[in-house]
């Protein structure tokens, strides 16, 4: 009975790993074309990679290439192999660093050669040995500096690489000085294919990526408030579907945001290196770039609590919602609108208009206030329905004797006593019953229904929040227009002319795109004048 | 004149560079001891690299060995600088990676030099250049395949290049097998020796790392929110100084959570390399952890947003806070403690204690309940101080009066028109000197004022909105319990003992230490049983 079993559960083991199998093929072409159609310049560098593969390789291939350089030609491979990398900025640095790495670490050798050469066989292995420790040891730890590891990681690697290859081997070769002249000559071969493809075929600047990234950000920031508030003021009942599709379009207005620290970072890095290809500004501040990436995540948290506010378990009733629906709205689209303006002109590369901050912002502003302040009536609990569980405000004047009723209503009383017996309950069962996972599903909602009924009086409090949060982020707004105009002193942007403006509503409309990679293309006749 | 003055600007410049000069050397032993002092495992692990490298430099080093081997001895060299990394997870996934690389390329390669062989020597060499060019592409184009890029990233530059050299060099030299044979000897032996000083000697293992990196997280957190609530209800005219220094305390605890993503990830990626070096369970979810640090970053951003509350423009008086500030702090301190316990049962390895969410968080809760309840005077506006500021909330009622009175004393109507004032202000200076940067040190406060006077009715939403996300932390850390709890059914934890409990006060005020390195030491054992 029980191998039965097993060789039944074997069979559909297998059935389910051929069917795998099966459908392998067809998953790797999906997956191909997904990926080359999120950005097709992954397709050229695929090429470009190739291509330069296939040039270093002639070396080889070639005979009178080869009789000049031998079996050194594999340096050219190995240093086209790993320093050829996506974008320019990446080359550039991985490049520039294995120079640098190389021409230390033969110098320190030669050094070192010349030292232990004038002792005896013995002596030497064992100096050499001390030095490569020692050598080996340091560089390792200097890994660990944050400068160090921040600009030159690869470099030291390269450095220890190439050191310790030319100490140990010089031990055994005699004319090391050629062997490291060829090996020289070489990986400089690789290193010019590598620049000369990645600078002048097709390039893919680190630079443009973050610029892109930053416009990107900004229009998800845009679209993450819009949607967060329409879905808020939202009437449920009408089309769940539309609903998750918005909170979908909210998260990932703003998860792009959240998550861009390392990679802004990374790019700002790869793209100090890369050779300015804009005619009209001395140096571009990548690190204002940066700078503004860090006060966006900022602006990110506010719209990820905001966010939060639709997903709690407390909530303000929709019927009280929809009261402050119009102002609400406006606030959020007088935002959303000025972070697509100043999206357009980091696009652009011109400063924001001067009417950034519309008079409209302003009036969405002083709506609300005026909404909030036009409904004492909703805090004073005087609408039946909603009488037990808003803000007992009207304790003190007038509210003393409804908040009596309240109390004698037992429906408040009941919740409370519920609240305290399914408290009980959790605990117990929670003791008992610790690890049994369908139990935990019934519980959760118990737990949160602690918070809830605890919170009976706070019904009114996530609106306050939702409130108090959409004018945070018009105060932050302030923080990110400040460095987004610093970013265009800093980068020199054009100055602002109204004709520019007229793109504006037109972008609010369009679909967030890819960034277009003729951007990239253009640039490419400033670079190949500016070499 | 001219000249005199750049003369003096480069005798500073000059100057300035000297004193960089003279400096760098105390500035490189001060960063040393610094990075030494954060993590003394960085000094071990670089000792373990020099002696590695020490040990395959013997290949070369000593007669016998360096007979069998011969010149290929350098592949060993160049395995041990490229793979051996700071954890044990790191070295064996690129170990394995560049294990795997290597094989497939080699069994390609001759699969192609086979073909290869058969025809003439011009089209042999077109053939080669074609099957480098096909390889190198489709080879770069795979590392954008996300799974692959996250798993064998290297194992694919690997098999690039070893791919390349063999094919190429197979054209010029004769017994390629040969040289195959002796390469991946070597890279054998330089892969043993990483893996002998990453598993066996003073081993750093990523997964313990997580681990570590998990409770503090947690800590972290549980700080951050003590901290924020009572700096919101500190009183700042006793001591500037302190408030600011726990600002910092506020910062540093979230800020660990918030960029900890791509962290984590690598982390349990290398993690699920690692042989499992503890005892009692099956397999050690490294996911689950990363999930948890998902769950950990959605309450970190309720907790900015909480520290957000702290820092607005429109602050709610400290007057009325203060009648918060005992349920306010209680339900941060309870909050606070539960998340302590969950970082002490993950430390410890052992379930969390059923009394985790105690009834004095629920009491706490209550208590902010009736606090509220209990001061409708506040927001009716009685007060005199606050009556023009409060939510007008008495106006239906009783407030009719005083809200004629209000705008009648033309206080609130004077700030709305220094507000619109303000806002013109800004405008016309904007547009006409928008370049300056002193300006603009005037405008944001002006600009930041429009906020504030505009929303003088909302002195009351802050308040609520720090309640409310208070709360929201308490429904949070429900979803953080379920996902420890979860950990813990997964990673087998053991059954808590209420004898664990005591030393759960102790690390309350202990002060939050770095991970300590003899926990990994202990583990040694173990795993030399495993192999």
Request: hydrophobic content about 40%; proline content about 3%.
């Amino acid at each position: 009975m029980g191998d039965n079993h097993q060789n039944i559960l074997m069979k559909k083991h297998l059935q389910v790993t051929m069917n795998k199998i099966k459908h392998f093929p067809i998953l790797c072409w999906k997956t191909s074309k997904k990926v080359g159609a999120e950005d097709p310049r992954r397709i050229i560098h695929s090429l470009k990679v190739g291509l330069s593969l296939t040039l270093v390789s002639l070396l080889y291939l070639i005979q009178p290439l080869f009789q000049g350089i031998g079996n050194n030609a594999l340096w050219a491979v190995m240093t086209v192999v790993v320093v050829l990398e996506f974008t320019a900025g990446a080359t550039l640095c991985k490049g520039l660093n294995r120079g640098l790495g190389t021409v230390l670490a033969g110098s320190l050798a030669f050094f070192i050669e010349g030292v232990a050469n004038r002792t005896g066989k013995v002596f030497r292995a064992c100096f050499i040995g001390a030095a490569v420790f020692l050598i080996g040891s340091v560089a390792t730890y200097m890994r660990f500096f944050p400068k160090i590891k921040k600009n030159y990681d690869y470099g030291v690697v390269i450095f220890l690489l190439t050191f310790n290859l030319i100490t140990v081997s010089s031990y055994r070769v005699d004319n090391v000085l050629k062997i490291a002249h060829d090996r020289f000559y070489t990986i400089a071969i690789g290193c010019g294919v590598c620049l000369l493809m990645s600078l002048l075929i097709f390039p893919n600047w680190s630079g443009e990526e973050l610029h892109n990234s930053t416009v990107l950000k900004l229009e998800g920031l845009a679209k993450s408030i819009e949607a967060c508030v329409n879905e808020y003021f939202f009437d449920t009942e009408i089309d769940e579907n539309k609903e998750s599709c918005s909170g979908d379009q909210i998260y990932k207005g703003y998860k792009a945001v959240l998550d861009s620290k390392s990679t802004d970072e990374t790019l700002a890095l790869q793209a100090s290196w890369e050779p300015r290809h804009s005619s009209h500004c001395y140096r571009i501040p990548w690190q204002q770039y940066v700078k503004l990436g860090g006060v966006l995540r900022h602006f990110g948290y506010t719209v990820v609590a905001l966010h939060g506010c639709l997903q709690t378990e407390i909530q303000t009733p929709r019927s009280v919602r929809i009261l402050f629906k119009d102002p609400c709205t406006r606030v959020a689209r007088e935002v959303s609108k000025a972070l697509i303006e100043l999206a357009n002109s980091i696009r652009n590369r011109r400063h924001c208009s001067p009417e950034i901050l519309s008079d409209h912002l302003h009036e969405a502003l002083q709506d609300l206030n005026k909404a909030i302040k036009s409904q004492p009536r909703l805090f004073l609990g005087s609408n039946k329905n909603q009488s037990r569980n808003m803000l007992a405000l009207a304790a003190a004047e007038a509210g003393q004797k409804q908040k009596e009723k309240k109390r004698q209503s037992g429906v408040s009383l009941s919740s409370v006593k519920t609240d305290s017996s399914a408290l009980m309950e959790w605990k117990t069962k929670r003791a008992s019953e610790q690890s049994r996972e369908a139990e935990r599903k019934v519980l959760r909602p118990q737990l949160s229904k602690i918070a809830i009924t605890s919170l009976e009086f706070s019904e009114a409090l996530p609106f306050a929040a939702f409130a108090s949060l959409l004018v945070e982020t018009v105060a932050k707004l302030d923080i990110v227009i400040d460095e987004v105009e610093e970013l265009g002193r800093i980068a020199c942007f054009k100055e602002f002319k109204h004709g520019d403006d007229d793109d504006k509503e037109e972008h609010i409309t369009v679909k967030c795109e890819k960034p277009k990679i003729n951007v990239t293309q253009n640039q490419l006749s400033s670079v190949s004048g500016a070499e």
